[in-house]
């Protein structure tokens, strides 16, 4: 079974600063995708980012990207430029040839101004 | 507007209880899926369909039941067999459940609390 493990219960980071959440994988399999949402206080699930596994260019959206490291079973989200909207709790998540998301326990980020 | 819906935002059960949370979704989906989310925890799949009178079992579904009658709905029943039901409970959908790569998105929740 795949296991997803976020090693950093809370973070903190200064307002226009980078911060990085940190997140690791278990599996065999060769083909799956990997993904972190953002739940802020109102607890409602968003799509941040999603790298597929099978490719080796790093996914980027506005100022998320992620540092995707295949063989070291690695999937670290870089956020620059914080801004106070980005206070939440983020969760890595897997999803394999199994089609369920398998989530780690979450990130839990303080932006401070 | 296109979207997932959830009620009630906040349900309370007593001992003996069964109680359901609704869900329902007019982005044209096939697939719908329940997860769990206790304090500390990331989220854990309780059941999930993925077409119309079909649904499967996840990590955690001992004591619930679903039905999928609708393509646009998916309630989900905590029955009394649930001896730990207090949690906050996330619907979501996807296009499909055939590709991993397909985006699953969520709604609002229901809080579920024992009295």
């Known amino acids: 079974a795949q296991t997803v493990t976020q090693s950093q219960p809370e973070m903190s980071v200064q307002e226009a600063e980078t911060v990085t959440l940190s997140c690791t994988y278990d599996?065999?399999?060769?083909?799956?995708?990997l993904f972190w949402y953002k739940q802020p206080p109102s607890r409602q699930m968003i799509l941040v980012i999603r790298?597929?596994?099978?490719?080796?260019q790093n996914a980027t959206e506005n100022r998320f990207s992620v540092n995707f490291q295949k063989a070291a079973k690695s999937f670290s989200l870089k956020i620059s430029d914080s801004q106070l909207g980005d206070a939440a709790m983020y969760f890595c998540?897997?999803?394999?040839?199994?089609?369920?998301?398998?989530f780690g326990s979450g990130t839990q980020l303080t932006v401070l101004p | 507007d296109g979207g997932i819906t959830q009620s009630p935002k906040y349900l309370f059960r007593k001992e003996g209880q069964n109680v359901t949370l609704s869900c329902e979704q007019n982005?044209?989906?096939?697939?719908m899926y329940w997860y769990r989310q206790d304090p500390g925890q990331g989220l854990r799949l309780i059941y999930y369909?993925?077409?119309?009178?079909?649904?499967q079992k996840g990590d955690i579904a001992e004591g619930y039941s679903v039905s999928r009658e609708k393509k646009e709905s998916f309630p989900l029943t905590v029955t009394s067999a649930q001896k730990n039901p207090t949690a906050f409970y996330l619907c979501?959908?996807?296009?499909?459940?055939?590709?991993?790569?397909?985006?699953?998105?969520f709604g609002p929740g229901t809080r579920l609390l024992v009295l």
């Open positions: 979501a959908s996807s296009r499909t459940s055939g590709r991993a790569g397909e985006t699953q998105y």
């Open positions: 599996t065999s399999e060769s083909d799956y995708y």
């Open positions: 790298q597929e596994a099978y490719k080796q």
């Open positions: 998540a897997y999803r394999g040839s199994a089609r369920q998301l398998t």
């Open positions: 982005l044209n989906h096939d697939a």
């Open positions: 369909s993925q077409i119309v009178n079909d649904f």
